[in-house]
């Protein structure tokens, strides 16, 4: 992220995040602010909408209950070893740590594997 304003506002989610956990009312307002500065300042769809998914699914569901995206895709068959994927506080953690680098190949990967990820809890709950 490019802007100041930005970058100040997401430092201050991740600080409150990790000292306090998941408050969602706090939380929820501050990624609002957040993605509207995206919006207006950065011009990035891909972080605007994972912002706006994240916030309505914590709104919704109470909590942040996406994983970790695995580093190593499955094979067709395969299926996901049970109990390793990381939820709550320490994915989203990851999560805002890929938004500060949204420019990152690798990071736009994994903003893109959220976006899939919320998109389908959405749906199946």
Same mark, same amino acid.
């Given at each position: 992220?490019?802007?100041?304003?930005?970058?100040?506002?997401?430092?201050?989610?991740? !600080? &409150?995040?990790?000292?306090?956990?998941? =408050? =969602?009312?706090?939380?929820?307002?501050?990624?609002?602010?957040? !993605?509207?500065? =995206? =919006?207006?300042?950065? %011009?990035?769809?891909?972080?605007?909408?994972?912002? !706006?998914?994240? $916030? *309505?699914?914590?709104?919704?569901? @109470?909590?942040?209950?996406?994983?970790?995206?695995?580093?190593?895709?499955?094979?067709?068959?395969? *299926?996901?070893?049970?109990?390793?994927? *990381?939820?709550?506080?320490?994915?989203? &953690? $990851?999560?805002?740590?890929?938004?500060? &680098?949204?420019?990152? @190949?690798?990071?736009?990967? %994994?903003? !893109?594997? $959220?976006?899939?990820?919320?998109?389908? $809890?959405?749906?199946?709950?």
């Amino acid at each position: 992220m490019k802007n100041l304003k930005a970058q100040k506002l997401l430092n201050k989610i991740q !600080r &409150d995040l990790m000292r306090n956990g998941i =408050i =969602i009312n706090t939380l929820v307002e501050d990624l609002k602010n957040l !993605r509207t500065i =995206i =919006i207006e300042e950065e %011009e990035n769809p891909l972080l605007a909408k994972v912002l !706006r998914l994240t $916030y *309505e699914h914590i709104e919704e569901f @109470k909590g942040f209950e996406i994983p970790v995206p695995d580093d190593e895709p499955l094979e067709e068959g395969e *299926e996901a070893p049970e109990n390793t994927a *990381e939820t709550g506080q320490e994915s989203l &953690d $990851y999560l805002l740590s890929l938004v500060a &680098d949204p420019e990152n @190949k690798i990071n736009k990967i %994994e903003l !893109r594997e $959220y976006v899939n990820a919320l998109n389908t $809890y959405a749906e199946e709950n």
